[in-house]
């Protein structure tokens, strides 16, 4: 008996949040209101407000859910690889495969890049989302053997994932034919990428060492 109501309780709130997510993408993320979200998914404004305090909440929802559903498959990658290259290639790849349906949504939430901001990917409230990203990168560098000088090895993880989210930056709003041009920059920066690791350790370079060292730690603190 009480499974039924929270089954009902759950569907209304599934409902609610496709119904926002489909305004999201239709009309952007700013113009759409929650009367328009309740109208949509035909619940009453106050039921909206139930479910979700604000439109925020939904996209944090939308996030969240997100973040649950490629792990396993990131987890899955990450064991299958041998390489740091297909270890990186296969994590950032099954992302904009994975988000492409939302693709013109994650182009209006563009706008909220700013830390102080909830939805912002670096801010506070989305830091267990960002957390759980950057240990796929860490494992990918640990599972792959990356040795670089003990001062910079441990912003590598947060270097790779700025470098995703930059190259998902550039897929949102790019408008060539199946996004060629995003597939091309990945593919090369990523050779980019890899070629500098692979010569960061050698002698003629160690006089860089410290002057990056310098800049990660003004950069992290």
Known sequence: MRSQPLKKSEETRTRILEAALDLFRENGFEPTTMRQIAAHAGVAVGAAYYYFESKEAIVMTFYQRAQQEINPALIALLDASDSLESRLRGLIQFKLTYFLPNRKLLGALT???????????FSEDTRPIREQDLAAFERAMHDSKVKLPRTIQPYLPRLLWLYQMGLILFWVYDHSPNQQRTAILFDRTLKMILLTLKLANLPIFRPLHRIATELLETIYG
């Not at 706008?111 to 990917?121: E, G, I, K, V």
């Open 111 to 121: 706008a909220h890049t700013d830390p102080a901001h909830p939805l912002s990917p």
